[in-house]
Every structure is written in structure tokens, then in C-alpha cells.
């Protein structure tokens, strides 16, 4: 069983449009992440939610709303697709949200914007 | 503002070379460090973490860091690389009251 599992993997789509990816986690973790990598690989966090609230949430367009419905899941739902939005997003969770948790990460999502 | 670099940004080494990246931080007091590596096409997982005690963490793989304190540093290091270390190996520190910050990342390219 992958434990922090989310889809789309790969997701090509047209600017203007609105896309939203999904992630769960089955580790009973309190805490979950999105994280943005570009084409430089460099790795920044986008919004953390512990236990369905926002914590964390990092200069990010307001097009992009992540929405908790319950703790194990975190979706990411992009409004207005742009060029510069084409990068992997990878969902996370940890344990709770003490800072010497190990973060474990999703297989990602590939999103490219044309 | 706190910060995570990594200043090898491409390393290749032939196999069962030896292997060190560098990684410094910033932060004042308490830190927990993380070395993660990320194989091609698939996620980020943990190798070795710090929080305190033996200040030479030992991780999976046959890696290893060093946390020395003075130097702000949290260097990884293999004695003998393999092809499939081939990835790319991403430092990160957190912090009390802090989100993790990632490094840059270092891509190892290791030669059969």
C-alpha cells in the first residue's frame, strides 16, 4: 500500500484552465504538505494543514486553494492555469507537526501547462 | 532569513568512489537535519536525520552525515559509491516554530 499516494501523476493541460490533484495518506498522520518543485529541482513548501487546518501557507497565488476535507486527504485545486504553474507537486505528510518529523512524500504530479 | 545551501550543485564520480556533499544552514539554536534523496522519476525519501546525541548519524544505503555544530554544517558522505546512488540528494533543517527549508539539492551522477 503506497501511504502517501496522489493523482494525477502526469497532468498536461491549457493555460486558463482550472485542475485540481489529489492526495491521500493512510500513515495516520496529523499533518500534511504540498511542495512545488520547478525545473531546477529546487523544492519549496506551498501550504501545510494539521488535522484539516491551515498552518502554512507560503506567498502563493491565490489561484491555487488546497482543501482538507478530512486529515488524511489534502487536495490542491489550481484556478487559471498559467506557464510558470508547470512544475512536480508533491503532497507530504509527517506525523504531527513537530519539526524534527521525518516527512514523507508522494510519487508526485507532473503538471504542464501549453 | 534562514537558509539551506548546498553548494555541490552536480557531483560525478566514478563507481566506488568516495563521496561527500556539503550542506550548511543558517539557524541559531536547536535544529533537526535531514539528508533526502530523490532516485529519477520518483519521490523524496528520507536517508538519515539528526536531532541530537552522536553527532555522526548513520542513514540507509551506507550513508552517513556529520552534524558539527560550530560549523553549521551536516555534510553526507559514502566511503564507496554505487551507480545506483545515482539521484539527487536534497539537505533540510527544521527548526522549533519553523517549517522544514529544503536545500537546493545536489545531483550525483555516479559512472559504471
Redesign the interface.
Same mark, same amino acid.
Not at chain 1, 497565488?61 to 489550481?78: E, G, T, V, Y
Not at chain 2, 532569513?1 to 556533499?21: G, W
Not at chain 2, 522519476?41 to 538519515?48: C, K, S
Not at chain 2, 539527487?88 to 539539492?105: L, M, N, P, R
Given at each position: 500500500d503506497t501511504a502517501?499516494s496522489q493523482t494525477p501523476k502526469y497532468l498536461v493541460t491549457q493555460m486558463g484552465n482550472d485542475k485540481s490533484i489529489k492526495c491521500e495518506q493512510n500513515l495516520g498522520h496529523d499533518t500534511m504538505y504540498w511542495y512545488k518543485q520547478d525545473s +531546477? +529541482? @529546487?523544492? +519549496? =513548501?506551498m501550504f501545510?494543514y494539521n488535522n484539516k487546518e491551515l498552518i =502554512?501557507n507560503e506567498t502563493v497565488p491565490n489561484r491555487f486553494s488546497p482543501k482538507s476535507p478530512d486529515k488524511a486527504h489534502l487536495n490542491l485545486h489550481i484556478n487559471s492555469l498559467e506557464l510558470g504553474d508547470s512544475a512536480v507537486y @508533491?503532497c507530504a505528510s509527517s506525523q504531527d507537526q513537530r519539526? *524534527?518529523n521525518? =516527512?514523507y @512524500? *508522494?510519487?508526485?504530479s507532473w503538471l504542464t501547462v501549453v | 532569513a534562514q537558509s539551506v545551501s548546498q553548494h555541490n550543485h552536480h557531483v560525478i564520480l566514478s563507481e566506488a568512489a568516495s563521496l561527500e556533499l556539503g550542506c550548511n544552514y543558517s539557524y541559531g539554536g536547536t535544529v533537526n537535519l535531514f539528508w533526502y534523496v530523490q532516485y529519477p522519476g520518483q519521490h523524496l525519501q528520507l536517508l538519515l536525520k539528526y536531532f541530537s546525541g552522536d553527532p555522526l548519524v548513520k542513514g540507509i544505503k551506507g550513508f552517513e552525515a556529520e552534524f558539527i555544530k560550530s560549523k553549521f554544517s551536516f555534510n553526507l558522505r559514502k566511503p564507496s559509491v554505487q551507480w545506483s546512488d545515482t539521484a539527487e540528494y536534497f539537505c533540510a533543517v527544521s527548526q522549533e516554530g519553523y517549517k522544514y527549508i529544503f536545500g537546493t539539492g545536489t545531483r550525483l551522477k555516479v559512472l559504471a
Amino acid at each position: 500500500d503506497t501511504a502517501v499516494s496522489q493523482t494525477p501523476k502526469y497532468l498536461v493541460t491549457q493555460m486558463g484552465n482550472d485542475k485540481s490533484i489529489k492526495c491521500e495518506q493512510n500513515l495516520g498522520h496529523d499533518t500534511m504538505y504540498w511542495y512545488k518543485q520547478d525545473s +531546477k +529541482k @529546487f523544492l +519549496k =513548501i506551498m501550504f501545510s494543514y494539521n488535522n484539516k487546518e491551515l498552518i =502554512i501557507n507560503e506567498t502563493v497565488p491565490n489561484r491555487f486553494s488546497p482543501k482538507s476535507p478530512d486529515k488524511a486527504h489534502l487536495n490542491l485545486h489550481i484556478n487559471s492555469l498559467e506557464l510558470g504553474d508547470s512544475a512536480v507537486y @508533491f503532497c507530504a505528510s509527517s506525523q504531527d507537526q513537530r519539526p *524534527g518529523n521525518t =516527512i514523507y @512524500f *508522494g510519487e508526485g504530479s507532473w503538471l504542464t501547462v501549453v | 532569513a534562514q537558509s539551506v545551501s548546498q553548494h555541490n550543485h552536480h557531483v560525478i564520480l566514478s563507481e566506488a568512489a568516495s563521496l561527500e556533499l556539503g550542506c550548511n544552514y543558517s539557524y541559531g539554536g536547536t535544529v533537526n537535519l535531514f539528508w533526502y534523496v530523490q532516485y529519477p522519476g520518483q519521490h523524496l525519501q528520507l536517508l538519515l536525520k539528526y536531532f541530537s546525541g552522536d553527532p555522526l548519524v548513520k542513514g540507509i544505503k551506507g550513508f552517513e552525515a556529520e552534524f558539527i555544530k560550530s560549523k553549521f554544517s551536516f555534510n553526507l558522505r559514502k566511503p564507496s559509491v554505487q551507480w545506483s546512488d545515482t539521484a539527487e540528494y536534497f539537505c533540510a533543517v527544521s527548526q522549533e516554530g519553523y517549517k522544514y527549508i529544503f536545500g537546493t539539492g545536489t545531483r550525483l551522477k555516479v559512472l559504471a
